[in-house]
C-alpha cells in the first residue's frame, strides 16, 4: 500500500524568507508525486507533478519541488514567501491507476 | 480554464435522511472520483469511477453510499441514510485517463451537515 507523511502540521516562515513543507512517501515502484495547495472554502488546486526525470520539478505560483528517491522525499519550496502563500499544502501519491493518496496536510503560514 | 462545479454548496440534513451530492465533471475527462475532508484535515478517498462502474472504493464506501452517471454531463454521490459522522466536506475530481501521472481536477466542494 501507499503512503504519504507530511511531518509537520505547521510551517511559519517571515515574507521574503524561503520555505520547505517537507513530504516522504512509501510506494513499491516507481512514484507519481504530487502537491496540492488549498485556500479557504475551495477544493484542491493542482501546483506540480514528479513523473520521471529531473529531480527537480517547477510548478505554479513559483513553487518547485525536489524529488530525492534515496530519502523517498518531495519537499516543496519557494525561493521568497508571500503572504498570499498562506494556505493548507497536500502532498500526494498515485497509484498506476490515478487514485490519490493524500498526506495529512501542513498549514503554510507567511507573516508580513 | 474548465472546472468541476459541485452542487449545492452547503447541504443541511436531518441524520437518516438520503442526500445526493451533484457534480459535473470536465466534459472531456473520463475517470471520476469522489472524496471527503473532515474539518479542513486529511482528505480522504471515497470511490473512483470510470466507464460506468466503480473501479475502485474504500472502506469508508460502504453500503449507504452509491454512485452514478445519470446522463452525460453528472456524477453523484448519494448517502441512504445519513449518520452524523457524515458531516464533511465532500469533492468531487476528474482526471482525463485513469493513468498515474494525471492531477487530480477539483471542484469546490459541498459542505454536508448531519443534524
Known amino acids: 500500500a501507499q503512503s504519504v507523511a507530511q511531518p509537520e502540521d505547521q510551517v511559519n516562515v517571515a515574507e521574503g524568507n524561503p520555505l520547505t513543507v517537507k513530504c516522504t512517501y512509501s510506494?513499491?515502484?516507481?512514484?507519481?508525486l504530487f502537491w496540492y495547495v488549498q485556500y479557504p472554502n475551495r477544493g484542491l488546486q493542482f501546483l506540480l507533478k514528479?513523473?520521471?526525470?529531473?529531480?527537480l520539478v517547477k510548478g505554479s505560483y513559483g513553487f518547485e519541488a525536489e524529488f530525492n528517491k534515496s530519502q523517498t522525499s518531495f519537499h516543496l519550496k519557494k525561493p521568497s514567501a508571500l503572504v498570499s502563500d498562506s494556505a493548507l499544502y497536500f502532498c500526494?501519491?498515485?497509484?498506476?491507476?490515478?487514485?490519490?493518496?493524500f498526506g495529512d496536510g501542513t498549514t503554510l503560514t507567511v507573516k508580513p | 480554464e474548465p472546472e468541476v462545479t459541485q452542487t449545492p454548496s452547503h447541504q443541511v440534513t436531518q441524520m437518516g435522511q438520503e442526500v445526493i451530492l451533484r457534480c459535473v465533471p470536465i466534459?472531456?475527462?473520463?475517470?471520476f472520483y469522489w472524496y471527503r475532508q473532515i474539518l479542513g484535515q486529511k482528505v480522504e478517498f471515497l470511490v473512483s469511477?470510470?466507464?460506468?462502474?466503480?473501479?475502485?472504493k474504500s472502506e469508508i464506501f460502504d453500503d449507504q453510499f452509491s454512485v452514478e452517471r445519470p446522463d452525460g454531463s453528472n456524477f453523484t454521490l448519494k448517502i441512504r441514510s445519513t449518520k452524523l459522522e457524515d458531516s464533511a466536506m465532500y469533492f468531487c475530481?476528474?482526471?482525463?485517463?485513469?493513468?498515474?501521472?494525471?492531477?487530480?481536477?477539483f471542484g469546490d466542494g459541498t459542505r454536508l451537515s448531519i443534524l
Open positions: 514528479y513523473i520521471t526525470g529531473d529531480n
Open positions: 475530481a476528474s482526471t482525463p485517463f485513469p493513468e498515474g501521472n494525471q492531477p487530480q481536477h
Open positions: 469511477f470510470y466507464n460506468n462502474e466503480i473501479s475502485e
Open positions: 500526494a501519491v498515485n497509484t498506476n491507476a490515478g487514485k490519490s493518496t
Open positions: 510506494v513499491s515502484g516507481n512514484p507519481y
Open positions: 466534459s472531456n475527462h473520463l475517470y
